[in-house]
């Protein structure tokens, strides 16, 4: 196959695809870190001032750095900004017009997946939303007829050869050109822009040089940008609480799949703590007595013991909490592309370290047979049974330096020869992660590119086709690597029948997607082992005031109650799969906030639910967020708990802000809280120079500045 071709610049690039592509062009992109934001926005540009050409894009998370609503957040915010993301990061231009629903009449972006919260008031955005699940999404972009890709790529050059990765997007792109091709639809241009900053990493991601998936390369240095990197979250006793309860749903020598932001922060910290401090992690379990976690559920298809024979990570997303529990030894079990190797593996019949017996052991398994072809030879190669130079002579194996042995393994002599070469070899060729995409923080990255040796052979990046389903053709071996998998996802809300809301408001407005979720959910279902847990917390303040997140009815779900499996909040967990409308209910009456428990029982008692005179445990009426601080206070004091498990991106300066800019923006919005405010602005104020320098304030000018840096040194006074 030929080489890809070169691109020198970014103008010569768009007018090769406008040249390629006619009058419409149709692009698909990546999510997240894969597009190519330089290339895209000159190409949205050079399409916007053209009206006789049209331009359709396909694609999903667009990110895009936040941007200060107010002049306090744009004094805090804008140097942080620019630390974290670079003077230069090239914002994408269609992004920003969607959201002031300000795109051209001859463009249209599909999206399947917004940035959460971001599209809610973008009228364009929520008209041009694409509802897919995302092993759907290769599908149905096929038959939009596209006709260029652009992706970023790494590019690595080794004896004076170029290689290149899809790097943290092999998710879509070689999915949806296999699409086409099926289809007998006309290959769509490809366009690899290289990336100096994306990782060079292996699977499918690694499509060596090019030849069959690249058309084009544009390598220009304006396109390496700093990689969009997401600041770390804050972890809160409602967010610990649900982490620990969990993380005892977790079984040993499972397979684990997780989500981001501060749920999933959370159950990573409990699993580190479970593994490495197994003591205090059975403290703070024991503390937040009324969970579940010591119920026969946990106990049966989890655990609270440290980690013997570790997990396996299949997540369609690989984001820092695997990183972390790769070095803290708990991302450790590792699954081999070959099912009856598997299988004596996960009966221990071997292990990964083969041992004189062992021969004979893959002999009777008939994973040795009695002569060995070729392909044998270099499937026991591939997963180091056999050393890499062994070779067939005729009616012999050489297997070693002066080892060569009778090609027949029936022969005693010959299973003994051979059992004392393999003793002590170590397999290869296992992983200890795949996933579809990456998305976090810079650390991740970093990591990333400096993986080697096994931590580097070991993650895998994939098509999504093989991480949120079973594999066509190869089922059995899929299921036998995710064994006792524990699908981990978030969600909004819930009702008492087992339904979830993740993805969208009641009035149909769209807050992120549906992405993975109701794969995963799906996936669980499919295999015998396997559980779907979805996290949610108890309620959320709304204007001021709580509202529960375990709701009677909604006018949308997710997922349907008919799929309903394990809920967790931060009092505990529910366990739904097969269980009775009555006994959904009342489960999930044990882990909603106390305030809002009488009302939904009086809903399911109308609704024929429960039964009238139903009564309330006491043990529930400790279901509330005062309580659970109580009982989480003193770990929070010794450190087991902090509130960033894994670093800040904020200095301790802009940690101690951020906790008066939160108090201030509370007292605001409440009336019975204004007293607060006013002392602050009346009070002497604060000998805080380096925090009112900080937020630009230390020789305010005007009386809105006077007043701002008044009321901000009495803050800082009171805390």
Known sequence: MPQPQAIASIDACVERIVEACGEHIVLATPLGLGKPNGLINALYRRIARDPARRLTIHTALSLDPPSPSDDIE??????????QFGLDYPRLEYVAAMQADSLPANVHVHEFYFQSGSMLQSATAQR???????????????????????????????????????SCNPDVTLDLLDCMARAGMPKPLV???????????????DISDGCGVLDFVLEDASCSHRLFALPREDVDDVEYAIGLHASTLVADGGTLQIGIG????????????????????????????GSNQRTPLAQRIGGDAAFQRGLYG?????????????????????????EPLQRLLDDERIGLTLR?????????????????DQTGLDRMRRFGILPEGSRLRGEHIHVGMDVTLRNDFDDPQSLKTLGEAINGRTLCGGRYLQGGFCLGSSLLYEWLRNLDGNDYDGLSMNRISEVNRLQRGYEALAARQRRKARFFNTCMMATPLGAAVSDALEDGRVVSGVGGQYDFVSLAGQLDDARSILMLRATRIVKGRLESNIRWNYGHATIPRHMRDIFVSEYGIADLRGKSDQECVVAMLAICDAKFQEQLVQQAVRAR??????????AWKRNTREDLAARLALFRERGLLPAYPFGSDFSALELRLLRVLGTLKRSIASPRRWPGVVAALLGPGARDAEALARMGLSRPRGWRQRILARLLGGMLRQQ
Do not use: C, W
């Not at 744009?74 to 630390?83: K, T």
């Not at 984001?319 to 803290?328: C, I, S, T």
């Not at 708990?330 to 081999?336: D, G, M, P």
């Not at 004189?356 to 060995?372: F, I, K, Q, S």
């Open 609 to 618: 639910k429960l039964p009238p005179g139903f009564r309330i445990p006491q």
């Open 191 to 205: 366009i690899g822009v290289v990336h100096a900053e994306l990782p060079f990493l292996a699977g499918d991601a």
């Open 128 to 166: 041009d939303y694409v509802s897919l699940n995302y092993t759907q999404v290769a599908r149905d972009v096929a038959d939009s007829g596209v006709n260029v890709v652009v992706q970023a790529v790494a590019r690595r050059v080794r004896d004076g050869s170029a290689s290149y990765s899809l």
């Open 314 to 338: 299949s997540s369609e997303m690989v984001m820092d909490g695997f990183m972390h529990l790769r070095k803290a030894g708990i991302l450790s079990r590792l699954v081999f592309d070959d």
């Open 262 to 289: 501060a749920l999933s922060d959370a159950l990573v910290q409990a699993l580190i703590l479970r593994h490495q401090r197994n003591a205090d992690y059975g403290e703070i379990l024991d503390r937040l007595e």
């Open 356 to 372: 004189e017996g062992d021969a004979a052991t893959l002999r009777h398994a008939g994973y040795l047979p009695r002569v060995l």
């Open 74 to 83: 744009r004094r805090f915010a804008q140097p942080f900004l620019e630390r």
